[in-house]
């Protein structure tokens, strides 16, 4: 069957390139036949680990022996067209919730029955840290009683929420965040980034797949949208419920990690000393640099716990009023800048 045959297929996985070194490392094992049946791989969001994780999948499972998955055998076809029986990708049902019980039990019969195309069984789990503590613990019969033959491969950016029992059944790897000059040179090759790649591989901390996500999602507009709406809530152009209203439509951790940054950033900022490479919000940097003056340490500091409460709040799934929840930090935000008129004098 040539490409052109082939229209809705996706061609085979590769890992990045700044991820050569632990995909040899990896080959090795498997030539050795030493590699562990649980991984878990580490690293900062938008490294590129589930990329590398579905690479890997599709090696195991690819039927030529070679460095990288085929694209031409069998088990490459049936993956290009997300068919393939032994492979399972579990991941939250919907963005933001967990991956539930019976998502991770429904693995039992796979685990437990003869892989179809007569090679590895692979199970991916995205993110490792998103399984809810009965999911976690259906999964560790499955650790603990592999069958022959079958790889899972987890993946999670906050390693330390991953449950004790389940880390120590995986072997770990960490996936670092590449050179900056390499990951620029990736970004730039692709079509959505253009001349804004610079601009946002620095807002993503260095995270290329990160920066791409901003990129395609319209990111660098909306921060522009959003420190102007800061600047004029506190010339007062504007009030906390309309812009509340605006963010609650939002994604809410999103927002929150957003506002954090900012506020680490005036903290940065005050406590000085730092390359001005140091600050993340660096399209904000005379707005912030100005902001910074005008407050101090220990407001920060509390704002930050603040944000910080909501976000375990949020995360814990307690679904607050995210109306409320904006108004609140906005307000909070003014308050930030206010201190000094506010005493008496
Ligand atoms: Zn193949």
Redesign the pocket.
């Known amino acids: 069957m040539s490409e052109a045959d082939r229209p809705q297929s996706q061609p085979?996985a590769r890992p990045f390139s700044w991820q050569s070194t632990l995909w040899q490392q990896l080959l090795r094992l498997r030539a050795d036949q030493r590699l562990p049946h649980a991984l878990l791989l580490t690293g900062p969001a938008g490294c590129g680990k589930a990329r590398f994780a579905e690479a890997l999948a599709?090696l195991m499972?690819?039927?030529?022996d070679?460095t990288y998955?085929?694209?031409?055998?069998k088990?490459?076809l049936l993956m290009s067209q997300g068919t393939h029986p032994d492979l399972v990708m579990v991941t939250p049902v919907e963005r933001g919730k967990a991956i539930r019980v019976d998502q991770i039990r429904g693995l039992s019969d796979f685990i437990g029955s003869a892989a179809q195309q007569g090679g590895y069984r692979v199970v991916v789990i995205t993110p490792a840290d998103e399984m809810n503590v009965n999911a976690a613990n259906a999964l560790l019969k499955g650790l603990e009683e592999p069958g022959r033959d079958t790889l899972f491969i987890l993946q999670s950016d906050r390693p330390g929420r991953v449950m004790p029992t389940i880390r120590s059944r995986c072997q770990q790897y960490t996936l670092g965040l590449p050179p900056f000059d390499a990951a620029l040179d990736w970004l730039q090759q692709q079509p959505d980034c253009g001349d804004s790649a610079e601009r946002l591989l620095r807002l993503s901390g260095g995270a290329p797949l990160r920066a791409l996500s901003m990129a395609r999602h319209g990111e660098l507009a909306r921060r522009e949208e959003r420190f102007q709406l800061l600047e004029q809530l506190l010339r007062r152009q504007v009030s906390a419920p309309v812009i509340a209203a605006r963010w609650a439509k939002e994604d809410a951790l999103e927002g929150l990690d957003w506002l954090a940054s900012v506020t680490s950033d005036l903290i940065r900022l005050r406590i000085g000393a730092l390359a001005p490479t140091m600050i993340r919000n660096q399209d904000a940097l005379g707005l912030l640099e100005k902001l910074a003056n005008l407050t101090a340490n220990e407001k920060l500091f509390e704002f930050k716990d603040k944000i910080q409460d909501y976000r375990v709040h949020l995360m814990r799934r307690n679904n607050p009023n995210q109306q409320l929840l904006w108004e609140d930090l906005l307000i909070g935000w003014r308050a930030l800048f206010s201190g000094q008129r506010q005493r008496p004098e």
């Open positions: 085979p599709q499972l690819c039927q030529r070679e998955p085929c694209g031409e055998c088990s490459c």
